[in-house]
């Protein structure tokens, strides 16, 4: 199996998180079968009415072995050179819309688990590819759930096949997300007789930078180990665009963190819903994604970065699918493509990247499934 022809297969679906994933899912579905693997469907409805599919390939008996896990969802493209949906080759460069995040790496992942014979695994190789990454992780969540595979193989090991240029990374952040929501009453701005509802979100709001600046860059929420060292919160808002003539009756924003591991949030979300009340707004917690934190000392962590050649394994600030999947399995994140070139316009991936990224996932399925396993 060639990996740029996978590359190119599977960029060539247009599967951005709002529409449906399926068509891309198929096309992993032929290649996993074409790689020898048994294959799991698990489609499910998202928050928005689409249909979305994830795709379990197992090759191998038994239990435990080795998971090369990725999305196939991508962000949208606009304002590209080229077409972004055909995979275009320009000196030692391939551009196309998740040609390294992560098509690319996901093709590596296919290539690495044809390599061996069902026969010759003393553990099983799996290729997991869901939806949503790119907005809430919901398409791991569904297979933890779901997925007879998963459920039945008892999975110990897994490379997150993020593009990493092959660094060997242990933790990254996780996600926290308040959905707040103020409420006034509309009148003509003239009568003085409406509430507008900025005004009480916008006191709530100062209040939670002043918490941020005072409290989340303090010692307590620091980890030195990531860039930057404290979680952001991050403040999107809007009141709907009402005319300028109108007290605006609802504004409402939303806030998203990065906690690290091994960090306690509880206080802090407590204080959030705290300030909601002081400020007469309501804020709920949608969603909580955990960090990643997988130990340094762990086999799958050492075992990366013998085969990488590695010094020392690394930290990142953005979020993954081991944010659910780490909590059934030890994980590495791990793949070729720079996370620079993730969700830009001409987004590309080297080639020579592409081949690495066939050798090492190779070594580490022949290490985990056949020489060492588990």
Known sequence: MDVTEITGDLVSYDSSSLLSNAKVSSAIARWMRKAGMS??????????????VNVVGKKGRGTGGLAILGHSDVVPAGGWDSDPYKLTVRKGKLYGRGSADMKGPIACGLVASGVFAAKELKRPVYVIVTADEETDCGGAAVVMKQSRTFRESRIKY???????????????????????TAKGRAAHSSTGKGINANHRLIPFLNDVVEFERKVLTGKK?????????????????????????????????????????????????DHIKQLGKKHGVQVTVPKRLDPLGTPEHSRIIQESLKITGKRKSKTVSYGTDGMVFGKAMELVVMGPGSIQQAHTTNEWIAKDQLKK????????????CIAQPE
């Open 357 to 368: 990224g066939v050798e090492i996932f190779t070594k580490m399925v022949h290490q985990f």
């Open 158 to 180: 897994g490379i997150i096949a993020e593009p990493t240029l092959l660094d060997v990374v242990h933790a990254h952040k996780g996600s926290l997300k308040f959905d707040v």
């Open 221 to 269: 929420y620091l980890n030195t180990s990531f860039t930057p060292p404290h979680a952001t919160m991050n403040i999107v808002m809007g009141d709907g665009g009402s005319a300028t003539n109108i007290t605006a009756p609802v504004s409402r924003a939303s806030i998203n963190c990065r906690p690290m591991p091994d960090q306690n949030w509880t206080p802090v979300v």
């Open 39 to 52: 294959v799991e469907l698990v489609p499910y409805i998202d928050t928005n009415g689409v249909k979305k």
